[in-house]
């Protein structure tokens, strides 16, 4: 019956089921049932949503607005209203009413009150202005407004005074309830606290708020529905920026508003964590379906903007069919034809209302899901182990013969990022920027193949079997850029690999450009880099070519589809080519053109997500830090260790049978050659050694009783003074503890030798001082600490002897 309502013939039932009727007016089947019906069932739908979206906040009793209570009173006027046209309708003997009228009224009816139900628990719930709301209203004034063109063409068939009175207060009532949406209430969003509070383990976001705390709040939260839709929220920012330009500058930080409370990194890292915490219970997490679960909410709506958008794409063929061919009959009400030609051009203006408002959300989530990743990984980033692991096994090969339909087995998890603090860089500008890039496309996974068919299927009543001619040519170019993108996914890969290469190998040099610039290495140095650029820039090159390839396939595909198409219609079929049906078909290869020219720019976005998805994921499951060990059962004893097996992360063994009991005010001294397993096994006794199972499967166990302090072989200072990092606090009152400790540790004839004693600052990674003053600054700060358990890594090789003598003397 498609084809049959929009080629304007009856159904075989009888029914009058057409656009439009014999007189050339609307039908009183699509006026009364399939338009009303389609207002009420988007009213529904909104319901649903908005209960779903909503369902885990909490409810607010908070006074409304002179705005929302308009609303509300106007809202319940459009439910009263069609009820009381039924009830007149019914007690009337005059008015001639036909059953679709009364279905119609009915469905308006329904429709005002599931209207009502949304605007309720849309005040309930405190999520700020929605923009859905008065965008059904419009809905609603199109509707009704085609009940009065119908009423208003049939008036002289009888006495229907009743039904036209009514119906025209119905569309004036839709549009004063629009206009008070389109008002600003002042209504703000009430954010929920945050899932993660500030403390062990998670992020303190105090350290993160600076002047960016005194910018203006967001207009957006305020501006309303109108302003909402328009962005007009944004004009200052947008004038201010041509002022700034016109004086030869450019906008500051604090000139852009503070980011809305809806995209506070704090909320997303917290939604993000939740969802990545359930998918660490399973035996295979994925990253991929935690960020789906989290902001699945986001992408709904970008998904519904833009079929709302897809389905006005092929609203313009089908008028400009309608055109065509009223023009070339030359007959018919010239009001049909106004009203074709107005729709045509309302059809235009929502596309490109639809498409601004799909990009801002689709980025906007982008942005969200970038800055939860960017939180995630830098929290991840405390925990992780400081020494590199090993990648897991790949899956043992299936024995025996080969069989039809057997399973590929899944590919190896790449391996955790070792590359320090250039890996985590690149982790956190580069692989977590794909994801924001991804985001506006995403939903071309399904709107592309939705447009492709409904093109065909609309294309095949149009140009009949000629269509396959296309169709061979599309899938021909489809399987060439499939092979393309493959080749392009692997030489990204390497170009990510060398780009992470020469990232460590520049923060290695940065670290040590002193000891370069002393010993004249500078041509040497300059020369590896060059190398590992070139290197990088080699699989770059690659990847751009292969990528080139991939955009040139679907860019010529749409032209020799269309070429195909038409030589078949014309040469094969031997049919003519009439205006409508040219013009219609280029119209819906011109809508062809877009998923088929977006398919290589998702494919290059999807495999460089799928590349950074798989880094990210490898870094989230890294080996981490295990949790501070808990007290001993024995109250006499303070370290506690027992395992039948130590081994670093790569499987390298270090000790067997470890049994080892520290009672409390003891002092043991491990003495051992270099590589036995000495710092290993202090390691182990912080905890930060995962524990392996031995060879009866039992998994060694950690106990320490009271506070730790720990000095590594490696001295670590702040850039910081000399006393913070011995004291950790800024206090200047005279302290004993601290001039006692100074005196232990042999440093106060180097504080006397300091430009400004203990206040002198200390350098990044302590570049002004000494190997032996680092290390005693941090013999110092873990003294000072007087923990219950002191542990020390040979802290005295790096002192001279005199110097060590005095410390074992008087520490």
């Known amino acids: 019956k498609f084809g049959q309502w929009w080629l304007g013939r009856p159904s075989s039932s009888g029914r009058d089921m057409t656009v439009c009727s014999d007189e050339g007016s609307f039908s009183d089947c699509l006026v009364n049932v399939y338009s009303q019906a389609g207002a009420a069932a988007l009213a529904v739908f909104g319901v649903g949503c908005s209960i779903y979206a909503t369902r885990s906040r909490q409810s607010y009793t908070a006074p409304a607005k002179t705005v929302e209570q308009v609303r509300l009173a106007l809202v319940t006027v459009s439910v009263i209203l069609p009820v009381a046209e039924l009830v007149l309708l019914a007690l009337s003997s005059k008015e001639e009413v036909h059953s679709g009228e009364a279905v119609g009224a009915g469905l308006r009816v329904a429709a005002s009150v599931a209207m009502l139900l949304w605007h309720t628990w849309h005040m309930r719930s405190m999520i700020g202005e929605n923009v859905m709301l008065p965008l059904w209203w419009l809905v609603a004034i199109a509707v009704r407004a085609l009940v009065v063109f119908r009423l208003a063409r049939h008036y002289s068939e009888g006495h229907r005074t009743l039904m036209v009175v009514s119906s025209c207060a119905e569309v004036l009532l839709s549009i004063a309830v629009f206009v008070a949406y389109l008002m600003p209430s002042g209504r703000t969003v009430a954010i929920e606290p945050p899932l993660l509070p500030d403390g062990p383990g998670n992020l303190s976001f105090d350290l993160f708020q600076r002047s960016i705390s005194a910018r203006e709040q967001s207009p957006e939260e305020t501006s309303g529905t109108l302003g909402f839709l328009t962005f007009s929220w944004f004009t200052s920012i947008v004038d201010l920026a041509a002022r700034r330009d016109v004086e030869m500058s450019k906008l500051e930080p604090n000139d852009i508003f503070a980011l809305s409370p809806q995209d506070d990194p704090r909320l997303q890292l917290a939604r993000l964590e939740r969802e990545w915490q359930v998918e660490l219970q399973k035996e295979n997490p994925s990253l991929t379906s935690a960020i789906k679960r989290a902001f699945q909410g986001e992408v709904l709506v970008t998904a519904l903007i833009k079929l709302g958008n897809d389905a006005l794409h092929f609203v313009g063929p089908l008028l400009l069919n309608k055109i065509v061919k009223f023009v070339k009959e030359g007959h018919g009400d010239a009001s049909l034809g106004y009203f074709y030609a107005v729709m045509i051009i309302l ?17 906007r989530t982008g942005m ?70 991804l985001m506006p496309y995403i939903n071309l996974v399904w709107s592309a193949p939705l447009q492709l068919v409904i093109c065909f299927f609309m294309l095949a009543q149009y140009v009949s079997y000629a269509l396959f001619a296309g169709i061979v040519v599309m899938f021909s170019f489809m399987a060439l850029s499939a092979w393309v993108a493959q080749k392009a996914r692997k030489v990204q890969a390497e170009a990510m690999k060398a780009k992470d290469e020469r990232l460590k190998t520049q923060t290695e040099l940065l670290k040590i450009v002193k000891i370069i610039k002393l010993y004249a290495w500078e041509t040497t140095i300059e020369d590896r880099v060059r190398q ?39 040469g094969v079929l031997g049919k003519e080519l009439d205006a409508a049906t040219a013009f219609t ?42 949790p501070r060990p808990g007290p001993p059962p024995e109250p006499q004893v303070a370290i506690d260790i027992q395992a039948d097996r130590l ?3 790569d499987g390298t063994e270090l000790l067997r049978n470890v049994s080892l009991k520290v009672n409390k005010g003891s002092f043991l001294a491990i003495v051992g050659r270099t590589g036995t397993g000495k710092s290993g096994l202090l390691y182990a006794m912080l905890g930060e050694l995962p524990m392996t199972r031995g060879p009866k499967g039992e998994l060694g166990r950690t106990y320490l009783r009271g506070t730790v302090g720990y000095c590594a072989q490696s001295a670590w200072v702040r850039n910081a003074s000399v006393r913070v990092n011995i004291t950790d606090s800024t206090d200047l009152a005279e302290d004993r503890r601290y001039d006692d400790v100074i005196d232990a540790c042999a440093l106060r004839q180097d504080l006397e030798a300091l430009p400004e004693r203990d206040m002198t600052m200390i350098g990044d990674r302590g570049i002004n001082l000494s190997g032996g003053q680092k290390q005693r600054i941090a013999i110092a700060r873990a003294v000072y600490a007087n923990p219950d358990i002191l542990i020390l890594d040979d802290v005295l090789s790096a002192l001279d002897s005199h110097v060590t003598s005095h410390i074992c003397n008087n520490l």
């Open 532 to 570: 590992l650029r070139e290197k990088e820039m080699k699989f770059q090159l690659h990847y751009k070519l292969w990528n080139m390839g991939v955009f040139l396939c679907f860019s010529l595909s749409p032209t020799l589809v269309a070429l195909a198409t038409f030589t078949f219609y014309t």
């Open 347 to 363: 059809s235009s203006g929502s596309q490109a209302f639809l498409m601004a408002h799909y990009f801002q959300s689709g980025y």
């Open 368 to 437: 969200r899901i970038r800055a939860s990743l960017i939180l995630l990984a830098y929290q991840k980033a405390t925990r992780v182990l400081p020494w590199p692991t090993p990648p897991p096994p790949a899956p043992q090969a299936e024995a025996g013969g080969r069989r039809c339909f057997r399973s590929r087995p899944r590919p190896a998890r790449v391996a955790a990022p070792t590359g320090g603090m250039g890996q985590m860089t690149n982790l956190i500008s580069a692989d977590t920027d794909k994801f924001s890039m």
């Open 585 to 626: 078909s280029l119209s819906l290869f011109n809508i062809l053109s877009f998923p088929l020219g977006a398919v290589p720019m998702m494919a290059r976005f999807l495999m460089e997500a799928k590349v950074s998805k798989d880094r990210l994921e490898a870094h989230f499951l890294a080996p981490e830090v295990a």
């Open 647 to 649: 081994a670093w992360p």
